[in-house]
Every structure is written in C-alpha cells, then in structure tokens.
C-alpha cells in the first residue's frame, strides 16, 4: 500500500480524469479495480468515492455500484452560470497583472497549443480545462481555485453530454485573446472575452 495516497487524492486524480475526458457521464467507476489501479484497499476507495458523491461527480446505484455524474441539462445550465459569475469576478478586480502572471499564462497557452498539435486528446482536454484553474492562481484567488476545479469539471461532463462539437484550437485562442486583454489592462474586454468564451 502507498503511504501517500489518502481518499482524498483519489477523488483529486478522478476529477483529474474527468477533466482529461478519460472518464464519461454514465461510466462505471469499480471499487475493485480502483483499489487495485491505486494500490490500497477497497475501503479507502470508497472513501474517496463518497467524497466525490458528496461533490455531486459520482452516484451511487443500489445493488449496481458506483458512476461518473450525468448532469442534467437544468444543472448544466447552473454550472455554467456558476462559472460566468465567478470567472467574471474574479477578471473585475484585476487591474494590470505583473508580468510573471502574464508569463504563466502565456506558457499554459504555449502547453495548450502544444498538445492540440500533437495527439494527446487527455492532456489536450485536461489543459484546456485547467487554465481557468491557472487563471483564478495566478490572479491571488487560491481559495477559489478548488471550486473553479470542480465547476470545471462538472461543466465537462456537462458539455460531453450536450454538445456535439469541441474546437479545441478555437479554445485556446479564446484564452490567449483573454490574457491579451488582461496584459492591456482592459478587464473589461477581459470579462466580456471569459462570458462569451464559457457560453460557447
């Protein structure tokens, strides 16, 4: 058994996995076989799956077993709005960001292309994800980076059950056009890129 693994890093590396797009709405999760992935016991997998349940990205079925979250279109609707709200903020109080956070964004965006030309889907998605996440840190909000993680999440399986299309180049270029803005100094732009770039 690994010393370092607890529930609550398994629950960290299945939201991981959700972000990736490894794991889809509806796909069964084994306590088996996530004991086994993870190299502990049953018992503490199904600690960090109640943790997860109780962070509404699993469900539990009578006598069935345990399963990834399919959102419906009302809580995806809510999801949404819930990122709108926070993301905008936290752009409105952003006056001229030094130039390191700028940096940082700009070397996720860099990672983000990179991926998107090369054939790794997972890494694609989780990055893609991820920069929101990158942006709520690198702006001071780190209190508010664990709930941007799981609106994240939850906006993707949202979005893997509802929308038909993802253009992961069109994406990124939403992200750099926002960090454009913040390095102007405009945080309005900056807010009006991040609404139209999540209702897309």
Known sequence: ???????????ERVVEAILAQKLAPGERLGEQALA???GVSRTMVRGALIQM?????VEVQARRGWYVEQPSAEEARDAFAARRIVEAGIL??????LAQV??????HIADEQHAIDG???ATRAFLLADFHVCLAEQMGHRLLCDV??????????AATLYQSQHDAAQSCADHAAIVSALEAGDSTRAQQLMVAH???
């Open 119 to 121: 054939a790794d889907a």
């Open 148 to 157: 941007l993680r799981d609106l994240t999440a939850r906006t993707t399986l």
């Open 198 to 200: 999540i209702g897309q």
């Open 36 to 38: 086994e992935n993870f």
């Open 1 to 11: 058994m690994q010393n370092d693994i607890t529930p609550t890093r398994i629950a």
């Open 102 to 107: 700028i940096r940082t964004l700009r070397n």
């Open 92 to 97: 409105a109080e952003a006056g001229r960001p």
């Open 53 to 57: 349940q109780a962070r509404g990205f």
